[in-house]
């Protein structure tokens, strides 16, 4: 039993709600959300201190038992991911205080932040697949408000589609669980895991497991990523930047958990299907980066590349690919944010997202534009930055299992989404500067911090990451051995 | 303005308020045993002031009930969390409950549960956001 597990959920939760109740105190809010970060910032590092000396730490709430309670639990994997989101989120928030406008303070924007922090932290540390169900529905719900904050024309057009979609996703995701229960008689994961593992994974199991693996592409972007590029255009960059961070990487997590916990019997079945789907979803995304001349659309494409690369990492099934997706996975929620801050940014400046309206940036904002260039390296996978070592892993795994088509999309992929982010920097840095300092829409004065922050952090992840190796090699193992999972989930209580 | 014609409808709104209220109220402590709980309890509690809030125009039921429904729903869901919390402090796990038997007057021997403090959260959030639904969809803009 360790009562920290629950907290990185109660915690924003809790300062949310008191923000609701005292509403008008927009400094207040600023102050305390930006505490509220750190401290699930701390809580998280504590955390992954734990698990890396004392094993996976579970909470069972109420004092119910596993598998009859809703089980907690942190293991390496969420750990790592919650301290990344923690601290991903805190940037945003800080990019958001000098953009997002008073009229939406004023609508409970940080609330609405917190909340949604609230269910993707609920959703990396659950261990019940319907409580699951519960902190998906929490974020969603958070980021439907969060889309259509503000109200206008564009953005209830987007969130329409936004929210059918999901609603859609997450009517068949409690289907699944339906099925589940109905085969298994179970919803807790390591309960579940094991009896999977007793009586061996039959077709129907199988067939399940591909009914949870769309439900979650959906919400990733895998394959499934039609909605995608519409509804992380519409919102202002602070809610794009995190939504494109964070709530994609909650269906990868998603998908990680369950096909290395519990449908991992049959790989030659369910991860080539995801395999096949990731390299579907690598090509289109790359095609539709290239493909247009808008910066928004640009960088949403980017984001679907992103998915498609991480999880063709966990269609290995190997200690390589998944230590690759791991990297990667911290990878691009930090570099995906800061895309997002920067082209946001340069939209704001100009005041269209039309490349060829863009030109000659780099006169009057020479850090933004190097900045940018570091950035479109880091995503390109250039070393030393972050993309580096999470490519080399994955491409690695790639064909050790001999999934050569594989690793060679990736590769070509990856050439591509350097051609698109640079046509970025190019188009919109170099050349003719057509506009001067006091004709410009807005200023960079206040959101500079975050962005330097995030491209520090980049540089770091890359030069740091044999540091980081022992947490991630703590992740993988317990990811390819989920027996430690279930031991401390079902025998880990003591009272 | 002509008056509306509705003595019926109110006639029978102060005498149905008062059943559903009270009903509400049963729900609400049936359900620690027996089907209800803070759920069921605080919609048919909604139930109420929706059947108000139709008999009788929202602003003077509003003069009547002078809180704000949102914060009405952030208060309810703070002391279902802060009521689970309690159990950390005795060094249990989160949402720990504990109940025990005591010897009141007029009532005997009753059973007094903390899990009651939870529901009581959660009625008075279900009360707020159905009521926050209600009035909503109710404003024309």
């Known amino acids: 039993m360790n009562n920290l597990v629950i907290m990185p959920i109660i915690v924003p939760l809790i300062i949310g709600l008191v923000m609701v109740i005292f509403r008008q105190k927009i400094l207040f809010h600023k102050i305390l959300s930006v505490f509220t970060l750190i401290a699930t910032g701390v809580i998280s590092g504590f955390l992954i201190y734990q698990v890396k000396y004392n094993g996976i730490q579970t909470l069972q709430l109420g004092g119910w038992e596993a598998p009859f309670g809703v089980s907690m639990v942190a293991d390496m994997f969420s750990g790592l991911l919650l301290l990344t989101t923690s601290i991903v989120g805190l940037l945003c928030l800080v990019f958001a205080f000098g953009s997002i406008g008073e009229d939406r303070e004023r609508h409970y924007f940080y609330p609405l932040f917190l909340f949604l922090i609230t269910g993707v932290n609920g959703s990396f540390l659950t261990g019940d697949v319907f409580n699951l169900f519960v902190c998906f529905e929490v974020m969603l719900i958070s980021s439907y408000a969060l889309i259509t904050l503000g109200g206008e024309k564009k953005q209830l057009r987007e969130s329409i589609k936004y929210v059918l979609i999901n609603l859609l996703a997450s009517f068949l995701f409690l289907a699944a669980v339906a099925y589940l229960y109905s085969v298994t008689g179970t919803i807790n994961m390591a309960h579940l895991a094991e009896r999977v593992g007793e009586v061996g994974q039959s077709g129907i199991i199988t067939a399940v497991a591909m009914m949870f693996l769309f439900v979650f592409s959906l919400k990733a972007g895998l394959f499934l990523f039609f909605w995608l590029p519409g509804s992380y255009s519409a919102p202002p960059t602070a809610v794009a930047a995190i939504f494109a961070a964070l709530l994609t990487k909650v269906g990868i997590y998603a998908i990680f958990r369950f096909f290395t916990l519990i449908f991992y019997h049959q790989p030659e079945v369910t991860h080539l299907i995801i395999g096949i789907m990731a390299a579907i979803t690598m090509l289109l995304g790359a095609i539709g980066a290239i493909a247009f001349n808008d910066i928004k659309k640009i960088l949403t494409y980017n984001v679907i590349v992103g998915v498609g690369f991480i999880l063709a990492g966990l269609a290995t099934y190997t200690h390589e690919g998944l230590t690759g997706s791991i990297y990667y996975l911290i990878h691009d929620m930090v570099i995906k944010a800061v895309i997002f801050l920067i082209g946001g940014v340069i939209i704001a400046l100009v005041g269209t997202s039309k490349l060829n309206d863009i030109s000659g940036l780099i006169k009057t904002h020479p850090y933004l534009g190097w900045m940018f260039f570091i950035v479109a390296l880091s995503i390109a996978g250039i070393p030393p930055l972050s993309g580096f070592i999470g490519k080399v892993y994955i491409t690695e795994g790639t064909f050790a299992v001999g999934y050569y088509w594989l690793g060679a999309i990736g590769l070509i992929t990856s050439l591509m989404v350097l051609f698109s982010v640079m046509k970025i920097f190019m188009n919109s840095f170099w050349g003719e500067t057509i506009l001067s300092e006091d004709m410009e829409k807005s200023s960079t004065k206040g959101v500079m911090f975050p962005i330097v922050t995030l491209v520090l952090l980049t540089i770091g992840l890359g030069l740091g990451a044999e540091g980081l190796y022992d947490y991630v090699n703590i992740a993988v193992e317990s990811l390819m051995n989920p027996s430690s999972y279930i031991e401390a989930v079902l025998l880990g209580y003591s009272d | ?141």
């Open chain 2, 1 to 141: 303005m002509k008056k509306p014609n509705d003595i019926i409808l109110r006639a029978v709104t102060n005498v149905a308020v008062v059943i559903i209220l009270t009903f509400a109220i049963y729900l609400f402590l049936a359900g620690h045993h027996n089907p209800g709980g803070g759920f069921i309890g605080g919609l048919a509690f909604a139930a109420a002031l929706t059947l108000l809030f139709l008999t009788y125009d929202i602003d003077s039921i509003r003069a009547n009930f002078p809180f704000d429904f949102k914060v009405l729903t952030a208060v309810g869901v703070l002391i279902a969390v802060f009521t689970g919390l309690g159990g950390i402090l005795f060094d249990k796990p989160f949402l720990f409950q504990a109940f025990d038997y005591f010897n009141l007057p007029i009532f005997g021997k009753t059973e007094l549960a903390t899990a009651v403090l939870f529901d009581v959260g959660v009625a008075l959030a279900v009360i707020g956001t159905a009521m926050v639904i209600i009035m909503t969809i109710s404003e024309d803009r």
